[in-house]
């Protein structure tokens, strides 16, 4: 086995001598989180949950993607979350690249042989207000999204550690 | 503004106070986890891995969604990691539900009026070794994920801490 799949199983051992578990399932403070997937990135700690608090969701860009509201409707419908955050991060990958660019690494990385599905890579083109607004707007606009549910938006700032509110996409109440 | 929203901006001001920038955008141990959305669960803390270290990809049941096929791709091809875990976890949600109790607990919420695209709800229903083993396999076999590419398969069991290996889900090298 190489080190990386050792050292996991090392430090579990130590994290489970003194885990406490939950009690139970729920997310305590009835919220949801939508972020990137980037390693700088401890939500938990950057808006101060704890474990028990608060459904994670993640992926390349913290984007509003089907399966991000798959998981959103779980957690409202089913686990009785009823307030939603979008949080996107300044010098995030998915602003460097295209659509365009990622097909183009993807040309150079790959036998012309490998055949796939078209993907959209949900890069992040006209910067990070846009993003956000984009996605707490898609996720607004879900007929399976209740409207009285808040949605807040924020861009983390990686240099600084602050969360910057971005005001003109909270979605509060009923008013779509 | 509700009580939420106030104690995420307070939260954050402390944070911001004592925080420390990564020097750059790596994962530096260059690796992905897959992961499921639950409160309980805190991946850095129990695989021993600490702010810039690796991507985190979370969803509703840690499964591998086309989306989070996307971020593993962007995470590899674009990003550089080399190696993949995923976890499921004991007292999963999405082991209590089936795609048919989901649309029961919808139709029952919902207005008659509502119409919406049918979706998968990627519930669990034969078991966390069989979801694992399922996820791996989908992800070894998509096309723009490297054959070279190790994918590890856990089941984190929440009342101990514990991760357990999927051994029959380990999917090295070029063993497809």
Redesign the interface.
Known sequence: M?N??K??????????QT?T??PD????????ILTC??????P??????K??????????GGRA????I??L???S???KTN?F?VVHHT?C??QR?TNES?QE??AS??ASS???QP?D??TIQHGLFKSVLEDVTKIRN???ISSDI?I?GFIFD??????I?VDEAIRVGKAK
């Open positions: 190489p990386l799949y050292d996991v199983v090392a430090a579990n051992e130590l994290y489970a885990y578990a939950q399932a729920f997310a305590h403070r009835h919220a949801a997937m980037d390693s700088r990135l401890l938990n700690e950057f808006m101060g949950f474990a028990g608090d608060i459904h994670l969701i993640r992926n390349a993607s089907d399966d991000a798959r998981s409707i779980i957690s419908k089913l686990l307030q955050f010098d990958g998915m690249f990622v690494v993807l990385a790959l490998v055949t796939y993907i890579w949900l879900h007929p399976l808040p807040y990686v240099m600084t550690g602050k969360l509110p």
